[in-house]
């Protein structure tokens, strides 16, 4: 991917010393256009991020995720189709803010994240993480969370509660929920690897979107959450309340 024109490889070590030159330029210096920015953070093959630039020509899509072996698939079919609208960061999530300078960025998918069970300031819809997003996201920019894990979605769905966040939509079983409208339903049915082997268990698919204001200190929910029991083999089922924050 180092001959890869629309892959920037920028991994903590890195980016200490090599200062990212694009920060707040990436309309001018890559997509060369003002339509709104989406990153999909923890991209893993790419495949949701090129769909939604299929769809969606006049936005630009960033997926961002640190292993470049998966990512290759992504970029490498978006080189074959020349989808000018999308690019692919290789990096560490935990330093993001690096990347994008202030209100740069429109809208954030999370498809499928780690539930990080054990690690709420890995989680990456946890208040940690949200504060970091605030340093690029525009205010009331939406945040987009689809997921297998019953752990993550009760969380998040805390977290939103918690703090008050502009709750947009919220469905516990997303392929059989009634009344989303046509566009909405065309986005969500794009299915990532991980998804179709999900459903092939027969999980549901949970999906939820929010506003993240720029105002109000975020805190984390103070509650036990059920762990997912086919996440956590030999662990124990029910989350502690410092697991949880």
């Known amino acids: 991917m180092e001959r890869y024109e629309n892959v920037f490889q920028y991994p903590y070590s890195v980016v200490e010393h090599v200062p990212f030159a694009m920060n707040g330029k990436w309309r001018d210096m890559y ?67 690096r990347f994008f300078s202030q209100d740069e960025v429109q809208e954030i998918w999370l498809t499928f994240s780690d539930p990080q069970m054990k690690n709420p300031r890995k989680r990456l819809v946890s208040s940690y993480f949200l504060e970091r997003y605030r340093k690029f996201l525009i205010n009331n920019g ?35 929920t009634q009344g989303i409208d046509t566009e909405t339903q065309k986005i969500l049915s794009i299915q990532t690897y991980y998804e179709g082997m999900w459903i092939e268990r027969g999980l549901n698919i949970k999906y939820m979107k929010f506003a993240l204001p720029h105002e109000g200190m975020l805190v984390e929910p103070d509650v036990e959450i059920p762990l997912d029991e086919y996440r956590s083999y030999k662990r124990d089922k029910r989350s502690t309340k410092e697991t949880a924050k």
């Open 142 to 176: 939406v945040i987009h969370l689809k997921t297998d894990s019953s752990f993550l979605f009760t969380y998040a769905s805390l977290l939103v509660e918690k703090n008050r966040l502009p709750l947009l939509f919220r469905t516990e079983d997303l392929y059989h």
């Open 31 to 97: 997509f060369h256009n003002e339509n709104p920015i989406v990153l999909e953070l923890g991209c893993g093959k790419g495949e949701y991020t090129v769909e939604l630039a299929r769809l969606f020509p006049d936005v630009n899509f960033v997926g961002v995720d640190i292993k470049g072996a998966r990512m290759w698939t992504g970029a490498t079919q978006a080189l074959k189709e020349g989808l000018r609208n999308v690019a692919f960061l290789r990096t560490n999530i935990e330093i993001i803010d």
